[in-house]
T-cell receptor, first 114, second 114 residues
Framework: SAVISQKPSRDICQRGTSLTIQCQVD?????MFWYRQQPGQSLTLIAT?????????ESGFVIDKFPISRPNLTFSTLTVSNMSPEDSSIYLC???????????FGQGTRLTVV | AQSVTQLGSHVSVSEGALVLLRCNYS??????LFWYVQYPNQGLQLLLK??????LVKGINGFEAEFKKSETSFHLTKPSAHMSDAAEYFC????????????FGTGTKLQVIP
């Protein structure tokens, strides 16, 4: 299994600013995933982050808006840039480990943009 | 390509009654199937998973699900609902092999009536 720590757990931000969310895993993982969960909705994959390469973004998400860093095998950050109220969501970090078929999730970051 | 359909965004049951949450999937290759639960203001927790072998899988908190390939279904059941089961439940699918992304259904919010 994997234990994931995500920071901050919640934040209230002013529109036009940026927020960086950190994800720390207790073991080395090849791929990390960032999801968005808008109010009352399911999880939507934003991007997949491999260590040592550019993140792969899903349709509808772009690097300028959601830049991702993956400096090593246990850490990643997601930045939500130039925020608007529409960015108010829960952002979740997720990993798969080599030995497990399921995804493990952090507790999420609840972002409110005012 | 893969997708998940959850029938019923809200389900209400009486305490002690049968819980049945429906999930149908689409996948071009044999899938891994999962049920996750999300309690308010928390991340996702794995309830159970199907990978290979026995088609009836048991999970935590008395839940179980049956993989029916002919019906492309993976419905979640619990014989007797408890108040603590009130949460949102997500069915998810992932293709086998390597680090494949997970696709989530739209979720079913379970209400348990005393």
């Amino acid at each position: 299994s994997a234990v994931i720590s995500q920071k901050p757990s919640r934040d209230i931000c002013q529109r036009g600013t940026s927020l960086t969310i950190q994800c720390q895993v207790d073991s080395q993982v090849t791929m990390m995933f960032w999801y968005r969960q808008q109010p009352g909705q399911s999880l939507t994959l934003i991007a997949t982050a491999n260590q040592g390469s550019e993140a792969t973004y899903e349709s509808g998400f772009v690097i300028d808006k959601f830049p991702i860093s993956r400096p090593n095998l246990t850490f990643s950050t997601l930045t939500v840039s130039n925020m608007s109220p529409e960015d108010s969501s829960i952002y979740l970090c997720s990993v798969h480990t080599y030995l497990n078929t399921e995804a493990f999730f952090g507790q999420g970051t609840r972002l409110t943009v005012v | 390509a893969q997708s998940v359909t959850q029938l019923g965004s809200h389900v209400s049951v009486s305490e002690g009654a049968l819980v049945l949450l429906r999930c149908n999937y689409s996948s071009s290759v044999p899938p891994y199937l999962f049920w996750y639960v999300q309690y308010p203001n928390q991340g996702l927790q794995l309830l159970l998973k199907y990978t290979t072998g026995a088609t009836l899988v048991k999970g935590i908190n008395g839940f179980e699900a049956e993989f029916k390939k002919s019906e492309t279904s993976f419905h979640l059941t619990k014989p007797s609902a408890h108040m603590s089961d009130a949460a949102e439940y997500f069915c998810a699918v992932r293709s086998t092999g390597g680090y494949q992304k997970v696709t989530f259904g739209t979720g079913t919010k379970l209400q348990v009536i005393p």
